[in-house]
């Protein structure tokens, strides 16, 4: 019954639409323009710099805010995972927004960086030299799943989280699925193109 409450008010939470409340506070709807995509990185292109990196820390604040409920709790690792999966599939498919939603990307950044903080960065730091190497954010998101989803696979964590981190890089290449398509094929938008 408690991991059944901690899924429920993560999920809630997770499924906050920070980029659409943003954009409608600004007078945009932010799913009609650009990617119509309601996540950081399109909510850096339609809304700007500011505002797109507001929007990315309130996305990692809602999981942060999910973990730091469930720690003082319940604090097993199975219901920190239970947390962590139900804010990224609400951020993703968000019930307050016709269940459309972002890629899950800040919201993992903010799970990852409160329960395993060093490997983290390490894994952030892979992602952005990617980025500013090929300006692929795409790109650049996958590989710090996919270093994060290996640390967890080869250090001393729980199953729980082991878990947890192969399901956010199946989920993460799930909704990444046209942007690895127009990897492939060479015409994926690079950062800051018009």
């Not at 399109?42 to 999981?63: C, F, Q, S, T």
């Not at 097993?76 to 951020?91: P, S």
């Not at 990444?176 to 060479?186: F, M, P, Q, T, Y």
Request: net charge positive; with cysteine.
């Amino acid at each position: 019954m408690y991991y059944i409450l901690v899924t429920i008010y993560s999920y809630l939470l997770g499924a906050i639409p920070s980029a659409y409340i943003i954009g409608q506070i600004k007078g945009k709807d932010i799913t009609s323009e650009g990617s119509g995509n309601i996540g950081g990185t399109n909510a850096y292109r339609v809304l700007g710099p500011r505002l797109g990196i507001i929007v990315a820390l309130m996305d990692a604040g809602k999981v942060l805010l999910a973990l730091v409920i469930t720690s003082v709790w319940l604090n097993t690792d199975l219901a920190l995972a239970c947390a962590v999966l139900a804010a990224v599939i609400g951020h993703n498919w968000s019930i307050y927004v016709g269940l459309r939603g972002g890629k899950g990307i800040a919201v993992s950044i903010g799970a990852y960086l409160f329960l395993f903080p060093v490997m983290t960065v390490g894994a952030l730091l892979s992602a952005v030299f990617i980025v500013l190497m090929t300006k692929y954010v795409s790109l650049g998101s996958l590989n710090f799943l996919m270093t994060m989803t290996t640390l967890l696979l080869v250090t001393d964590t729980s199953l729980w989280f082991k878990g947890l981190g192969v399901l956010l890089l199946l989920i993460g290449m799930y909704r990444h699925k046209v942007n690895i398509r127009d990897l492939r094929s060479g015409t994926e938008r690079r950062f800051g193109a018009k």
